[in-house]
């Protein structure tokens, strides 16, 4: 019997050329990094996973076909939190994103929970989020490796070292906060 995993990525920026110099992925084209990108995440992700998107997946959203190759390519029932390249310039979402086939409607911000913890999802980091003084986790995107979490939040970009270019589990995404909360003797929880 197979069981459902949960993951979380970011800012895959598909189909951008500006993102490879910009954040120094070791790609040697767009096709190289849109090959690549789809090869680790399904090589993580099966197809019955569940996967939550913080946001900018797509870039020259205008090659609506394209984009829609791309996300039929990719493993999992994905859910999208939306990021700035998600969007109109009047913050809509930009019609190409709403056409595909999520597995619901794209939001600014998710709250889930995985193995029982609170988790709230956004592409933007926050430094207060819900229930942060109760345990919660914040995930988020947008700073490609840039900026670091404090307390139980974390970039789940692409770009992030740890990350390898694919989605992630709740579990991998959160053992090295784990492993500095039991070091420094932090007890997480209590009321906000």
Known sequence: MTFVQKFYVSDTHFSHAGIIDMCQRPFKSVAHMDNELVARWNASVRADDIVYHLGDFAFGLSDVDRVRKIFSLLNGKKYLVLGNHDVDRDGSIHPTIAGLDWAARPEHLIRTKDGGEALILAHYAQREWQGKYGGSWHFYGHSHNRLPGIGRSR???????????????????????????????????GTE
């Not at 989605?167 to 039991?182: G, Q, S």
């Open 155 to 189: 970039d789940v970009g692409v770009d992030c070292l740890d990350t390898a270019f694919c989605p992630r589990t709740f579990h991998e995404l959160t053992a090295k906060i784990r492993e500095d909360e039991k070091r420094d003797g932090i007890v997480v929880g």
